[in-house]
């Protein structure tokens, strides 16, 4: 089977398509309570957020955490998450616009950083599965950048898509980095981790909900 021609979107899960920003807010605050941190706002972490996470660590603290203080304030912020992501939703549309892609003619894909094994049965929960070519989760450690999984993501998918007809949406800066590493665009939306301005940064078309994004994805993928 020859590459398609059509469009092909990778989505990125947490801040994208799952609206958690609650969640981890909720759990990055439960996490540092149990370190003797004070809490941060949405709007510090939104300023401040970066990967490799313990990076933004460093931003918080002010010099980079040990590497047992990571693996406590790591296992402790997934300890919360998971109990605060029963809250969350998809994002508003996200159905729909999964829906509609696919129906065009359109392919998709599903790439996160949150554990494979955690991210499948949320997945399935929503009734999505079935619109995506390939889902990949994180199967190695936590707090790496999303280059590499990038690669290995669309290696999978040779067959059935071209890079140059790709277009990663996510929420953070590290989804346009992913993209330029492997030769597709993106499109990063402001309603998760990153804050406007920080994702204006990478040089890509930001917008505001994920029906622009969509709609940039097929202008820039045409």
């Given at each position: 089977m020859g590459k398609q021609g059509n469009a092909h979107i990778v989505w990125d899960w947490n801040g994208t398509l799952f609206h958690d920003i609650d969640a981890i807010i909720g759990a990055t605050n439960a996490a540092f309570?149990?370190?003797?941190?004070?809490?941060?706002?949405?709007?510090?972490?939104?300023?401040?957020?970066?990967?490799?996470v313990p990076k933004f660590y460093e931003r918080l603290l002010g010099r980079m955490p040990t590497e047992a203080e990571w693996d406590v304030m790591d296992g402790a912020f997934h300890r919360h998450y998971t109990e605060w992501r029963t809250r969350c939703g998809l994002t508003e549309g996200a159905a729909d616009l999964l829906a509609g892609w696919r129906s065009a003619g359109n392919s998709q894909s599903l790439l996160s950083m949150y554990g494979h094994e955690e991210l499948l049965p949320l997945v399935r929960g929503f009734g999505i599965e079935s619109h995506f070519l390939r889902i990949d989760g994180r199967t190695g450690p936590s707090g790496g950048s999303k280059a590499a999984h990038m690669v290995r993501h669309l290696k999978s998918l040779d067959e059935l898509v071209a890079p140059e007809r790709t277009v990663v949406i996510g929420d953070a800066v590290d989804d346009a980095l992913a993209a330029r590493h492997v030769g597709a665009r993106a499109v990063l939306y402001t309603g998760g981790s990153h804050g406007p301005a920080s994702l204006r940064?990478?040089?890509?078309?930001?917008?505001?909900?994920l029906a622009e994004a969509v709609e940039e994805a097929h202008r820039i993928a045409a």
């Open positions: 309570a149990e370190l003797g941190l004070e809490p941060i706002t949405l709007e510090t972490y939104r300023a401040l957020y970066c990967v490799p940064e990478a040089g890509v078309p930001v917008v505001d909900t």
